[in-house]
């Protein structure tokens, strides 16, 4: 366990809330005009992977945070 404070945890919330805030807006721009006319189980299903995507890299991000090793 750490004992002293660090900066790669606000920096890496930073980081987080970014990357988020413009996947979200790329998401909210470009897949409507893709998939807008598809049949809306289809959507549900595209929305659905799309909402879960981002957490495959988050596991490593938050062990750069904690531990300063992306391993």
Do not use: C, N
Not at 39 to 50: C, E, G
Not at 61 to 70: D, H, P, Y
């Amino acid at each position: 366990m750490r004992t002293e404070p660090t900066w790669r945890i606000p920096v890496g919330i930073l980081i987080l809330i970014v990357a988020l805030v413009a996947y979200a807006l790329v998401i909210a721009r470009y897949v409507p005009e893709l998939i807008g006319d598809w049949h809306v189980a289809f959507q549900t299903i595209v929305y659905l992977v799309l909402g879960v995507i981002w957490l495959l890299p988050l596991r490593h991000f938050l062990v750069w945070m904690e531990t300063g090793s992306a391993k």
